[in-house]
């Protein structure tokens, strides 16, 4: 089964967001994402992950940015960071938020990261933003 780049990207972040200490998310409280939701259905299964929700950011429309602790790992937006080390997402805060929270629980469910085997599609490959993003730019257009 041959995935999209977005879905990689989102098995991607996924894996990342679990494996942070500090979890922080930043997007404009117009979104209507129900953060705490997410944080509330992993607490008990991951309770070393620490989230920490930042609403009504100045400049940030139709867009999540996810930091674990202070480095930004991700980013769903229409602009491109310049940052290769930050996932670029270029979908719909809405539609990404839904995605995320469904692989986040399977993750979690299935025991990551202190399980073997179970981090989804591409998790033994090493994560290459830069070809990703040349992938992605060329499914959007």
């Known amino acids: 089964m041959v995935l999209s780049s977005y879905d990689l ?8 967001a679990l494996r942070s200490e500090k979890l922080k998310f930043s997007l404009d409280k117009s979104t209507n994402i129900d953060i705490q939701n997410l944080s509330n259905s992993i607490s008990d299964l991951a309770p ?7 609403n009504d950011i100045k400049g940030i429309k139709n867009q999540i940015m996810i930091f674990n602790d202070e480095r930004m790992i991700g980013i769903i937006s229409e602009k491109e960071p310049e940052d290769m080390g930050c996932i670029w997402i270029p979908i719909g805060a809405k539609k ?3 995605d995320f929270e469904r692989r986040v629980l399977h993750l979690v469910e299935a025991g990551y990261p202190g399980c073997i085997g179970c981090g989804g599609p ?18 959007i257009n």
């Open 96 to 98: 990404f938020w839904k």
């Open 9 to 16: 990207s989102l098995w991607e972040i996924s894996r990342r």
């Open 48 to 54: 070393s992950i620490i989230i920490d929700i930042k």
């Open 122 to 139: 591409g998790k033994d490959d090493v994560w290459n933003e830069g070809e990703n993003r040349i992938k992605l730019r060329k499914e």
